[in-house]
């Protein structure tokens, strides 16, 4: 069965602050994608970046940056110095094999100023 | 560019009436994809198409139909609503079909009393 955990349902933090995202999947298939989606509170989701399971090299995008790690199974997200425009729920998805996404149940972040 | 828009943005509906919600893009994607988002659901896929005239069932068709008769509009149609859709609606399109990003509308949130 192919799943996404995004265990953190909430998380605050102090502006300027990093925090990490967690994301866990499950799949059996071997070619798979991961996916980091940003919910702000406009509503649409904003496609954050994509990622093949051949391809473990971590990711930096200015403040974002991406640990992929097929040993563990996870796709986590930091975000450093945060600022309260990254508030937002943020969700972590798989396509593995089918047609569509399988989306976690996002974790919302709300930063302080 | 408008990018994906969603008519309308909320709508109450009282059991047994029926809806259409509209979803246009303005990006000559091929792929266009209605999703419904529940709390703690994460997005779950309702139907797609990959091209004009062409539709398909995602993972939680039951209760709603679609319809894609031009290339930029996707159609979902609720029948006799329940209070089981009240749900947010968004709509993505994709230049090209998965594992592609989407582009997701800003949502249309529906109660049915």
């Known amino acids: 069965a192919q799943k996404v955990t995004q265990a953190q349902t909430e998380i605050s933090v102090v502006e300027k602050e990093d925090v990490t995202l967690d994301c866990v999947y499950e799949t059996r298939d071997t070619t798979y994608y991961l996916f980091w989606y940003k919910q702000p509170p406009s509503g649409e989701l904003v496609f954050l970046i994509r990622?093949?399971?051949?391809?473990?090299q971590n990711e930096i995008s200015g403040r974002y940056s991406w640990n992929f790690q097929k040993s563990t199974s996870s796709f986590n997200f930091t975000i450093t110095a945060s600022q309260v425009v990254d508030s937002a729920v943020y969700f972590c998805?798989?396509?593995?094999?089918?047609?569509?996404?399988?989306f976690g149940t996002g974790t919302r972040l709300k930063v302080l100023a | 560019n408008a990018g994906v828009t969603q008519t309308p943005k909320f709508r109450v509906l009282k059991t047994g009436q029926s809806m259409t919600l509209l979803c246009a893009q303005d990006?000559?994607?091929?792929?266009m994809y209605w999703y419904r988002q529940d709390p703690g659901m994460g997005l779950r896929l309702i139907h797609y198409s990959v091209g004009e005239g062409t539709t398909a069932k995602g993972e939680v068709p039951d209760g709603y139909n679609v319809s894609r008769l031009k290339k930029q509009n996707f159609l979902l149609g609720l029948e006799s609503a329940a209070p089981s859709q009240t749900s947010v609606y968004f709509c993505?399109?994709?230049?090209?079909?998965?594992?592609?990003?989407?582009?997701f509308g800003p949502g249309t949130r529906l109660t049915v009393t």
């Open positions: 990622r093949n399971s051949f391809d473990e």
């Open positions: 990006m000559n994607h091929e792929y």
């Open positions: 998805a798989l396509i593995s094999g089918t047609y569509k996404y399988i």
């Open positions: 993505a399109s994709s230049s090209q079909g998965l594992p592609y990003e989407q582009y």
